[in-house]
């Protein structure tokens, strides 16, 4: 019902390796069924246009801290990163795909 998701990468260069590959993104928001936990460097995610966008589409998302031994709020470096991610994401329009089911022969079987 929970998921958390370690993302093992942090560095200044903004590389992130295996974990920009979307599929590994979209397993992990489908399986969370009531909580989704992502542990991240908000820095070096927000300089992969996938994370930025998943990290500014919703505006209600909580983004805490771990300083001290404890979650707290952003502070303001890693908030201004997050503000600009979302207003990022606020400038785009998103064109849905078809459903893959689309052109599936079974569909002509169902009509």
Do not use: Y
């Amino acid at each position: 019902k929970a998921i958390i998701l370690s993302l093992v990468r942090s560095n200044e260069q903004g590389d992130l390796g295996f974990v920009t590959d979307w599929r590994r993104l979209n397993v992990s928001i489908t399986r969370a069924r009531h909580l989704l936990v992502i542990v991240g460097d908000l820095r070096t995610l927000c300089k992969n246009e996938m994370w930025r966008c998943f990290l500014g589409f919703d505006r209600e998302m909580r983004v805490l801290s771990w300083q001290k031994d404890c979650l707290v709020d952003l502070p303001p470096a890693c908030e201004s990163l997050l503000r600009l991610a979302r207003e990022e994401v606020g400038k785009m329009t998103v064109q849905l795909p078809e459903p893959a089911w689309q052109d599936s022969p079974l569909r002509a079987i169902a009509a």
